[in-house]
């Protein structure tokens, strides 16, 4: 088989094409070919159990085949919709059947139709798969109800696809121009958007005008069936007012009614029928309910005319003009005008008549014989008792009886009036004042190194028999008497020196600063120390050493001297000595180590003290090494902090610095502390301009050779009664302390009283304090008396509470507690603020009580305000602006303002001070203020920009305002309203005040 032996009876399974040969014996052979074949035949096109939507091409790769019992060839289509069954066998008789569906029909869909629009609800069901309504998935037999467009579409399990769009659409239409229930007094076009319409049943077009009056229907249906109805009123008749006229005046009450729709009189509901009481000016308005209006405007008026200068039944001894604020009038039945004057004595009826027909009647007297006082004349004042008669009537003085010839003694002012049995009166005030008039500046016998500005409560004065006016300044030294003579002649007189010329040493040379010899040294005048020991003229000064003589005269004049004696070899011996008997001699004044801290650490051997007391003062000077310290500092790193304690209970602590040694703190930067049992002074060298004082001193080499004398001096106690006397109600918690620098030279000494930034000083208050309390603040006297605010913040150090006081100035400084409050601030937003500032003296209110917070604030109350705020009070040189002059009260104020750089003169010198003004013009002012007061005030545009940006308005700024806003901002001083800086508002005293106590916490010049 297939050439293998093959043995009779084997079986053959496996598929395939084979050819069996068989020989006998006798070589006969028979040959047999034949096939196995068990695999059925492939049919390609369709499968089986599917259903087709289209017409099927069908396949098979052997055999022969029926479809549906008919004979079908490989390759055949089927078109026909319809069940199929399809059987292919092979020739080995294997047998392949194929059951399939041709369905091309969509499903059907009821309840909607295509392209149809409906104005209800619509159930849909479909026969067949399955659906989706706006591409959500639909089941059939639900119901669509809202209006919108919509599609359906109905895909069956084949693919056949159904789609349906349709469109529910249920309002009717739209209509302008009218709505319903309204009424019109204007004609009306109406307008509908679809659909047809009838107006009262009468065809209507759309945009077509209703004019004539009525009540209309507008019915409107649209292609779908949907309706809108309109009903509508046209009324143009306006209401009917009844019981006033427009334009009247009535002098009754007033009943009013009106035909239609609702009322108001003077703005609030009137009903109709109401009847109208009270006096005044009325507008009656009537609206009805289609807008027409019908407005009254009337007067009640039942008070009779207004009459002064005259009062019904009382005479009158002077002329009288009498006025009447309306109508005419008669006078004694003759024609009277308004403001005419009657001088002829007589009895007169007044009678004047308004326009309604009120009346007022006067009827008066005119005598002007009053009774005859003698013994004062009336605005008369005297020095004296006074005997007072009067030939007729009663008299009251001050408001008690008096009786005629009575003798008035005791000082005031008094009111006598006389009144005789006709009313007559005659009205006599005079003052007695008995009191002498009081001078403040100078006191009788004193001697002053000053200008002195003088002041007196009254009177007029002559100085050394000139005319002399309160408040002037005596500057030219000499001898004056000033005598100031009251109105009532009492008289003050006042004798006093002004002396400006130093003492005159004797015996040192100008100029030389190192002798060898022995000195006798002298002074013209005054009293002296000598190294802080008392020191009598002509004295001999023998041993060798460095000395300071200081020469004080009565005015308070002083010169300093400070010289070397360097003496090689002692006097002895023949012709070198002074006879003792002839001359007097002094050892050196001893003088004790002081130690002192220089950053923390002790030092023993580099300052020394002497004491001493004079006129009954005790003072303590204190004196450096200058070469030791200069080497001491060398080995330091730059800004060391010198401190000098003093703590002896000395009345007058002095420390002298050489020039040499100033030169040396300026370059290092250094700062020095004096402490002393009532207080302390703080002082960098850097902080004076040493250029100006050697331009003072007229010579290149003051710097180098001058004599530096920091003071703090407890003031004596007639200043103490004289700044508690002017502090008012405020309580005064330390004794005031004089701090002070002064620079000699060339037996010239001036005094440095401006320096370059705030100087600090410190003040001990009493344990007694509250260092709690933010009223506490430091003050300071002026030479003219003026008490003025300095920045101050509160400190607790070591159990003791100090006054912190800031100040560009030396001065006396002392410190006060006072509280202050105004009525009108009590339920204010500001409250706190104004109370804190105003204790602290730097705002004032209107008056005692009144502080008006919402008041706006011109630019020179700001200015004034800003000035105190830091404490300035020094006028160097009077202001440039033009509209600014001597005697307004702002003069002084914008002089200051000026020389400290707050504010600057423009192109046209004018500062226009009575201007409101704005809350941008104040941020710059507060930024120019940050400056002086040292603080960081470098910001560059970004940050700027950054600042202002959370700021609706900030656009609204001044380019060259954005700088000093941003700065406001930054620094909390400015944070806005709502969101807006509204840089143009004018800014008002409350805004200003609490913008003030940001400015000083922010640059830590107050608690």
């Known amino acids: 088989m297939n050439g293998d032996p093959f043995a009779s009876g084997s079986e053959v399974s496996a598929e395939g094409d084979y050819t069996l040969i068989v020989t006998d014996a006798m070589g006969n052979v028979t040959t047999i070919a034949f096939t196995i074949d068990k695999t059925v035949p492939i049919i390609s096109g369709v499968t089986d159990g599917s259903i087709y939507n289209t017409n099927q091409s069908i396949t098979f790769n052997e055999g022969t085949a029926t479809l549906n019992g008919d004979p079908f060839a490989s390759g055949a289509t089927i078109f026909a919709e319809g069940d199929y069954t399809l059987v292919v066998t092979d020739e080995a008789g294997n047998v392949t059947t194929a059951n399939f569906t041709i369905d091309r029909t969509a499903p059907t869909v009821t309840g909607v139709v295509y392209g149809v629009s409906y104005n209800t609800d619509r159930t849909i069901t479909f026969n067949e798969g399955t659906a989706t309504l706006n591409g959500d998935p639909f089941a059939s037999g639900e119901t669509v109800s809202a209006e919108g467009n919509y599609t359906l579409i109905v895909t069956d399990a084949v693919g056949n696809v159904t789609t349906v769009s349709f469109t529910i659409h249920k309002t009717g239409p739209t209509v302008t121009g009218v709505v319903y229930g309204s009424s019109y007094n204007t004609d009306r076009m109406i307008t509908f958007n679809t659909g047809i319409a009838t107006l009262n049943g009468d065809p209507f077009a759309s945009g077509s ?590 159990g003791k509470t100090f006054a912190v006081i800031y100040s560009l100035t030396n001065s006396v400084y002392a410190v006060i507690e006072n509280d202050k409050t105004f009525a009108d601030i009590q339920n204010h937003w500001a409250k706190y603020d104004i109370e804190q500032v105003a204790s602290k003296l730097i705002v004032q209110g209107v008056t005692e009580s009144s502080f008006q917070p919402n008041k706006q604030i011109t630019r020179a109350e700001f200015t004034a305000m800003l000035v105190r705020a830091l404490g300035l009070h020094t006028v160097d040189q009077p202001t440039s602006f033009t509209d600014v002059n001597s005697g307004q009260w702002y003069y002084e104020t914008v002089s200051i303002a000026e020389g400290y750089g707050l504010v600057t003169a423009s192109n046209n010198s004018q500062y226009t001070p009575n201007e409101k003004l704005s809350r941008e013009e104040a941020m710059v002012l507060l930024g120019k203020a940050m400056k002086l007061a040292g603080m960081d005030t470098a910001i560059s545009d970004s940050e700027a920009a950054q600042q202002l940006s959370t700021f609706k308005d900030h656009h609204l700024l001044d380019l060259s305002a954005r700088a000093a806003a941003a700065l406001n901002v930054k620094y909390g001083i400015i944070i806005g309203n709502q969101g807006q800086l509204t840089p143009n508002n004018v800014i008002t005293r409350a805004e200003a005040t609490v913008i003030l106590q940001r400015l000083l916490e922010a640059a830590k010049l107050s608690s």
């Open 209 to 798: 005008e209703v004019s004539a009056e009525g009540d209309y229907t507008l019915i409107v249906t649209d292609a779908m069936g949907n309706v809108t109805t309109i009903a509508f009123t046209i009324d143009k008749t306006v209401p009917i007012i009844s019981g006033v006229t427009d334009g009247s005046i009535y002098n009754t009450n007033q009943s009013i009614t009106f035909n239609e729709g609702t009322a108001t009189l003077n703005g609030d509901p009137f009903a109709s029928g109401a009847t109208i009481f009270a006096e005044g000016d009325y507008t009656l308005v009537v609206t009805d309910e289609a807008g027409n209006v019908t407005t009254a405007n009337f007067t009640i008026d039942r008070t009779a005319p207004t009459v002064t200068g005259v009062v019904y039944g009382v005479s009158y001894n002077t002329d009288r003009t009498i006025t009447f604020n309306e109508g005419t009038a008669t006078l004694n039945g003759d024609p009277f005008a308004s403001g005419e004057t009657v001088s002829a004595e007589g009895d007169y009826t007044l009678i004047v008549t308004d326009a309604v027909g009120n009346v007022t009647t006067v009827s008066f007297t005119i005598h002007k014989a009053g009774p005859t006082v003698t013994g004062v004349v009336y605005g008369s004042s005297y020095n004296t008792d006074r005997m007072i008669t009067f030939n007729t009537g009663i008299a009251t003085l001050n408001g008690d009886p008096f009786a005629s010839g009575s003798e008035v003694s005791a000082e005031g002012d008094y009111t006598l009036i006389v009144t005789d049995a006709m009313g007559n009166v005659t009205t006599i005030a005079f003052t007695i004042d008995k009191t002498v008039p009081i001078i403040s500046g100078v006191t009788d016998g004193s001697i002053y190194n000053t200008n002195q500005s003088i002041t007196f409560n009254e009177g007029t004065a002559t100085l050394n028999g000139d005319p002399f006016a309160s408040g002037a300044t005596v500057f030219a030294e000499g001898d004056y008497t000033l005598v100031v003579t009251d109105e009532a002649g009492n008289v003050t007189m006042i004798s006093f020196t002004i002396d400006r010329t130093n003492p005159i040493i004797t015996g040192l040379t100008v100029g030389i600063s190192n002798y060898t010899s022995p000195l006798t040294i002298g002074f013209n005048e005054g009293t002296a120390t000598l190294n802080g020991q008392p020191f009598t003229t002509g004295t001999r000064v023998i041993s060798s050493g460095n000395y300071t003589l200081v020469v004080i005269d009565e005015a308070g004049n002083q010169t300093i001297a400070t010289f070397t004696l360097n003496i090689s070899t002692p006097e002895s011996g023949s012709g070198s000595s002074s006879d003792p008997s002839t001359s007097s001699s002094t050892s050196p004044i001893p003088s004790l180590g002081l130690e002192i801290e220089i950053n923390g650490v002790k030092q023993k051997d580099l300052a020394k003290e002497t004491t001493a007391v004079m006129n009954g003062k005790k003072v303590t000077t204190v004196t450096i090494d200058e070469k030791k310290l200069s080497r001491y500092l060398d080995s330091l790193p730059d800004k060391p902090v010198i401190n000098i304690p003093v703590h002896n209970d000395s009345d007058r602590v002095l420390l002298l610095l050489n020039g040499q040694l100033i030169t040396t703190l300026n370059d290092r930067n250094a700062v020095i502390l004096i402490q002393t049992e009532l207080g302390s002074y703080l002082l960098a060298a850097n902080r004076i301009d040493w250029s100006l004082v050697t331009k003072r001193f007229g010579s290149e080499d003051a710097l180098r050779n001058m004599v530096i004398q920091v003071e703090i001096t407890n003031v004596p106690e007639s200043d103490i009664v004289q700044l508690a006397n002017s502090i008012g109600k405020a309580r005064l918690l330390s004794p005031p302390i004089d701090f002070n620098i002064t620079a000699a030279h060339g037996g010239k000494t001036i005094e440095l009283n401006k320096f370059l930034s705030y100087v600090e000083r410190t003040i001990v208050i009493p344990n007694s304090a509250d260092d709690h309390n933010k009223n506490i603040t430091g003050i300071t006297m002026t030479k003219d008396g003026n008490i003025v605010p300095v920045p101050t913040r509160m400190m607790r150090e070591n």
